[in-house]
Every structure is written in structure tokens, then in C-alpha cells.
């Protein structure tokens, strides 16, 4: 091979992708212990760059932004409203997204669900099994009711024959699952080891780069959470998506933690169903189906990060500590956002919280980013600290500042049309988002009640 004659040497961490010339026993990068790949992985000295450029700009000299825009990649949609409107409108052909989840979370039932919905479109799917046999897939398929002319199936684990089979097919779309499970002869290491990993995906890209093949790569997530192997995998491909969902519950969301062709606040909300996977038509009443009425701790937020407004439920539990160390869980919500705003709890509304093990959640598997955040979490966190419930036909939302001040937020309008839509009655929102909404001449049919600072919210929810 060309490129290897001017390669090097390195060694990777598997957690963070952090690499050094030599093994290391502790990583400098995420400081975490025998994470170290004890095989060298070997690169091309200069970053490989794969197949000239982004998919669909090409990459032979510049091009002027009028002509990159009317030359932009037609959008190969799935069909499935919800994985395209996470995507950004579609695939984009020579673009790779890497798709991680839990091992039963449904991946492999959406890809195969996509790729028969492209195939039933006149598209050519490719659909390369390296974790289960053509039979297996099969037997979901028709689970599935799956049948597409334009659907194939290819059994195999070496990525040299993937890569051929795939050239020779010219397919327009290719699901690889899993990219752990196929392997690099070249490289060291077990399958599925970073070095591995990372040698199969370069492989992959280059080929879907090459091609103009839209190509989605299932990765397995650790214990952890991050995908398995290298984080490095991570900047090799175009999109990566997160297919998620609770124990003993058939939602399952799906978002974007990077995406090069749109926007990552858009989520997708499924149902695993008998029939595979089905698209929710009504997210809102899905996650809040099994809000427990009268508990404290609990309080509805409508989110707007992305196109499509969306009702939550926050839940937070405060107790006492089990150690001399107080516990911070939040797995739905930043961990240091939690932190500043328990302290804004503390110092600017006299609810002691600091030393007390404070659990936060949102239910169904939904992750909240957004500022407006922050005062549902207050409240709910206030809630659980009393004992008092808040009411259940209330929704709030509201960006907090360090002097507990409560914030403007953005999308106010579609945030109060989502939660009168669902037959809210009120709403807790910053007061400069209710003066400007009514200055605006907005009306709703639900109360509003503008709060300027933390304890106001607080003496109007609980
Ligand atoms: P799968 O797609 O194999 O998950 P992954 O590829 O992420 O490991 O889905 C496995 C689970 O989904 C399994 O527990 C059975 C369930 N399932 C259904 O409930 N209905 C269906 O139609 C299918 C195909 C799977
Ligand atoms: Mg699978």
C-alpha cells in the first residue's frame, strides 16, 4: 500500500481516542488507567484525507459559493419522517453517518426499515450483516415486513471484500453492521479493538467518499455510553446519530451528536412495536403518558430546540447522603449546569440542596441542552427538596442566571402553543419572554405567569 511506506506508529486510547507514540499505562488525554491499545496503530505520517473533500462540493480547485449552492447533493430521503428530519432532510450521497445505541435498542430494525423503504423508492441497498447471518436479517425482515427488490443482503466480515462487493454493486445506500464486527486484515489487533475500528471505518469513508455511496456505520456503545473504540472514529465520519431509549420502555429517541449536513437539536421519536419501528405521530402525549399525577418533583417543559416543539417531563430527587460525598446524578442534563444552578437554589432562594444527593432526569430518554431548561429543573429539584407537588397542568421554562435571576427564552410562541395544544392551563415562563409575547400581540388560551427571578417561580409552582 502507498500510503503505509510514509506511516508511523501510535498508540491509542481507547476511551478518548488520544494517541502517543508510545504505550502509555495512564492516558494524558482523559487521564483514565489501561485504556491503551497495547498494539501500535499504524497512520500515515500526514492526516489521510479521504477521497477530496465533503461529499457532493468535490475536490479538484475552489468553487464559488453561488456554484456550490446550486450544485448541492440532491437529498436521498429514507422515507422515515423522523430518522430524515434528524438527518437534516435525508441522506446525503458520499456522506457517513455512524449510528450508536445500546445492543437491542433497535438499530439494525431501523437501518433494515430504511434501506426496504429506499429500496421500495428504486433506490439500491446494500445492507452488509457482519454480526448476524443473511438468515437472521431475513427473519427480521419479514418480522418486518420487509421485501424490497432493490434490498440485498452481504454476509461478511473482512472490509476488503466489503469494499469490493460494494464497488462492483454500486449500491446508493450501504448499512455496515456492525463496524466492530467487521475487520481489517492489515491492521492489528482483534476485531473490534480501536486500531481495528478505526482501520475499517477509513476503509468505509474512503469507499462511500469514492463512490458517492450514502453509507451508515452501526457502532455498539460501551457501559459508559461513548462509542466503543476510538472517539476518533468520531471525526472520520459526517454524522453521528444516538439511538436511545429506557428499560421496559417502547419509546425510543433518536439525535444527532454531530452532523456536517443540518442541525443536531432536531430528535426523532419512535416506537418499537410488533412490527419494528414506528414513527410517533405524537411525541408530546408519548412522553407524557406515564406522568405520575399528585408526586413532587416532577414538572413539564416544552422544549424547542429543534423544528418541532416538544413537552417533557422533569423529574428530580433530592436525599439524604449514604456518604461523607454528595451524589450529582443527571444523565438527562448537564452535570455542571446542575451543580450552578443547586447552588443558585441555595444562595438565592434558600432551598438547601448543597448537601443533599440531588438526582435529576427527563423521562423517556430525552436529553435537555437548551438554557430554557434551567428553570424546570429548578423547580423540579425545589419540588422534590419540599415535598411539594407542583401543579399538573403547568409547564415552565426559563434560562437562570448566577443572581437567580430568571431569563428571556427563545421560541416562546411555539413553546406555548405546544403546551395549550395538550390542554395545558398554565404556563411559568420569564417575565420579559411574557412582556415581549404581548407586546407582540400574542394570546394564548393558557394563564401566564411571568416570574423575574428564581423565588418567584418558585412561590408561583409550589
Ligand atoms: P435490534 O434491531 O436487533 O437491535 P440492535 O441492532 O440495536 O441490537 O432490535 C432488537 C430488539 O427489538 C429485540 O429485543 C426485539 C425488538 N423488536 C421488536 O420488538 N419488534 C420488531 O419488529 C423487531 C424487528 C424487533
Ligand atoms: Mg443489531
Given at each position: 500500500m502507498e500510503a503505509k511506506k510514509k506511516s508511523k506508529a501510535v498508540f491509542v486510547c481507547g476511551a478518548c481516542g488520544h494517541e502517543a507514540p508510545k504505550w502509555l499505562g495512564?492516558?494524558?488525554?482523559?487521564?483514565?488507567?489501561?485504556?491503551?491499545?497495547?498494539e501500535a496503530l499504524i497512520v500515515p505520517s500526514r492526516g489521510r484525507d479521504v477521497g477530496g473533500g465533503p461529499a457532493g462540493l468535490g475536490g479538484s480547485g475552489p468553487v464559488s459559493l453561488a456554484q456550490a449552492m446550486v450544485g448541492g447533493a440532491p437529498r436521498l430521503a429514507t422515507g422515515i419522517g423522523e430518522l430524515d428530519r434528524v438527518l437534516g432532510g435525508g441522506l446525503v450521497p458520499g456522506g457517513v453517518v455512524l449510528i450508536g445505541g445500546d445492543p437491542g435498542v433497535g438499530k439494525s430494525t431501523l437501518l433494515l426499515q430504511a434501506v426496504d423503504s429506499l429500496g421500495r423508492a428504486g433506490k439500491r441497498a446494500l445492507y452488509v450483516t457482519a454480526e448476524e447471518s443473511a438468515e437472521q436479517v431475513a427473519l427480521r425482515a419479514r418480522r418486518l415486513g420487509a421485501g424490497a427488490e432493490g434490498l440485498w443482503l452481504l454476509a461478511e466480515t473482512d472490509v476488503e471484500r466489503v469494499v469490493a462487493e460494494a464497488e462492483r454493486f454500486a449500491p446508493d445506500l450501504c448499512v455496515v453492521d456492525s463496524v466492530q464486527a467487521v475487520h481489517a486484515?492489515?491492521?492489528?489487533?482483534?476485531?473490534?479493538s480501536v486500531g481495528q475500528v478505526r482501520e475499517v471505518a477509513a476503509r468505509l469513508v474512503a469507499l462511500a467518499k469514492s463512490r458517492g455511496i450514502a453509507t451508515f456505520l452501526v457502532g455498539h456503545v460501551t457501559k459508559d455510553g461513548g462509542l466503543a473504540g476510538p472517539r476518533a472514529l468520531e471525526h472520520l465520519v459526517d454524522a453521528v446519530l444516538y439511538f436511545e431509549g429506557e428499560r421496559g420502555s417502547a419509546l425510543r429517541v433518536l439525535r444527532a451528536t454531530k452532523n456536517r449536513y443540518g442541525s443536531t437539536s432536531e430528535v426523532g421519536i419512535f416506537e418499537m412495536a410488533q412490527g419494528g419501528l414506528r414513527e410517533v405521530a405524537n411525541p408530546s402525549e408519548a412522553l407524557l403518558r406515564e406522568r405520575p399525577c399528585g408526586a413532587p418533583g416532577t414538572v413539564v417543559m416544552p422544549c424547542a430546540s429543534g423544528a418541532r416543539p416538544l413537552l417533557c417531563e422533569v423529574q428530580a430527587l433530592v436525599a439524604r447522603p449514604q456518604t461523607a460525598m454528595v451524589r450529582r446524578v443527571s444523565p438527562a442534563f448537564d452535570g455542571d449546569r446542575l451543580a450552578l444552578l443547586l447552588a443558585v437554589l441555595d444562595q438565592?432562594?434558600?432551598?438547601?440542596?448543597?448537601?443533599r444527593d440531588v438526582f435529576v432526569n427527563v423521562v423517556g430518554g430525552l436529553r435537555i441542552d437548551e438554557p430554557a431548561a434551567d428553570l424546570a429543573v429548578v423547580l423540579a429539584v425545589a419540588s422534590a427538596a419540599r415535598g411539594r407537588v407542583i401543579d399538573a397542568q403547568t409547564i415552565v421554562f426559563g434560562e437562570v442566571g448566577l443572581t437567580g435571576e430568571v431569563r428571556a427564552a427563545a421560541g416562546v410562541a411555539e413553546r406555548l402553543r405546544e403546551g395549550a395544544r395538550m390542554g395545558f392551563r398554565r404556563a411559568i415562563l420569564p417575565e420579559a419572554s411574557r412582556a415581549r409575547f404581548a407586546e407582540e400581540g400574542g394570546t394564548c388560551a393558557m394563564e401566564l405567569c411571568g416570574v423575574k427571578d428564581v423565588s418567584a417561580a418558585i412561590e408561583a409552582a409550589v
Open positions: 495512564r492516558c494524558p488525554g482523559c487521564e483514565a488507567w489501561g485504556t491503551y491499545d497495547t486484515v492489515e491492521a492489528a489487533g482483534i476485531a473490534g438565592r432562594a434558600g432551598v438547601a440542596v448543597l448537601d
